[in-house]
C-alpha cells in the first residue's frame, strides 16, 4: 500500500453531493482490496470490497472503482450525507490475509 | 453478524505500569487476530499476527518483549504493553477473519492508551 502519511488527506463536500475518495496502491500482486470508514475513536468498518478480477463493484450509494494498470482505486459516494463524514481507508490483502492500509482521506461533509 | 470485541475502550496509566488490551471473537472462533496501531491523524499500522496456539508474529520494527501477545483459545486475544512510556501513547486496534468467511475482517471499536 502507500506510504502511510505525516498528515491526512482531506476531502470537503456538500450534502448531497457525490464524493469521490482516491487511493494508489504499490503491490501489483495484490488481488483483494477494501475500502473501510473511520469515526473518530471507533475500529474500521467494512464498506465495499473488490477483486482484481473486476473493474468496478456497486453497492448501497458506493461504488469502488478498479484501475489496475495505474494501480489506482477510488470510492464514489452518491448523494453524501453528513452521516458520511469520517476518515476513509483503502485496504489491500496479503496472503497471510493481513490488511494493509492506505493513508486515508478526511471526508468532511458541510451542510 | 459476526462481531469483535475489544476491552477496555479506553486507558490512562503512569508510566512504567503495564497494560492489557482485550481482543474477543463473540460469535465465531478466530484462529488468527491481527493487532494494529494507529497515531493521530495516521493510517493503521499492523503490529502483529496473533495465532491460537502459537508465538505471534511481529512486524519488522515492532518490539516483541515490549507488546506482549497472547492467543490461548479460539475467540480471546490479548496486547500487553509492557513497561507503558508516553510514546506507546497510541490507538491500538484488533481484527480477526471469519474463518469461511473469504478475506473479510472484522474490527474491534479500539483501545485510545495515554500513558502519563
Known amino acids: 500500500g502507500e506510504s502511510v502519511g505525516l498528515h491526512l488527506p482531506t476531502l470537503s463536500v456538500q450534502e448531497g453531493d457525490n464524493s469521490i475518495i482516491n487511493c494508489a496502491y504499490s503491490?501489483?500482486?495484490?488481488?483483494?482490496f477494501i475500502w473501510y470508514k473511520q469515526e473518530s475513536g471507533k475500529g474500521p468498518q467494512f464498506i465495499i470490497d473488490?477483486?482484481?478480477?473486476?473493474d468496478k463493484r456497486q453497492g448501497q450509494r458506493v461504488t469502488v472503482l478498479l484501475n489496475k494498470t495505474v494501480k489506482h482505486l477510488s470510492l464514489q459516494i452518491a448523494a453524501t450525507q453528513p452521516g458520511d463524514s469520517a476518515v476513509y481507508f483503502c485496504?489491500?490483502?496479503?496472503?497471510?490475509?493481513?490488511?494493509?492500509f492506505g493513508s486515508g482521506t478526511q471526508l468532511t461533509v458541510l451542510p | 453478524g459476526a462481531v469483535v470485541s475489544q476491552h477496555p475502550s479506553r486507558v490512562i496509566c503512569k508510566s512504567g505500569t503495564s497494560v492489557k488490551i482485550e481482543c474477543r471473537s463473540l460469535d465465531f472462533q478466530a484462529t488468527t487476530m491481527f493487532w494494529y496501531r494507529q497515531f493521530p491523524k495516521q493510517s493503521l499500522m499492523l503490529m502483529a499476527t496473533?495465532?491460537?496456539?502459537?508465538?505471534?508474529?511481529?512486524e519488522q520494527g515492532v518490539e516483541k518483549d515490549k507488546f506482549l501477545i497472547n492467543h490461548a483459545s479460539l475467540t480471546l486475544s490479548t496486547l500487553t504493553v509492557t513497561s507503558a512510556h508516553p510514546e506507546d501513547s497510541s490507538f491500538y486496534i484488533c481484527s480477526a477473519p471469519l474463518t469461511g468467511g473469504g478475506e473479510k475482517l472484522f474490527f474491534g471499536s479500539g483501545t485510545q492508551l495515554s500513558v502519563l
Open positions: 473488490i477483486r482484481s478480477n473486476m
Open positions: 485496504a489491500e490483502i496479503g496472503s497471510a490475509r493481513q490488511l494493509t
Open positions: 503491490n501489483s500482486a495484490s488481488d483483494y
Open positions: 496473533s495465532n491460537e496456539g502459537s508465538k505471534a508474529t511481529y
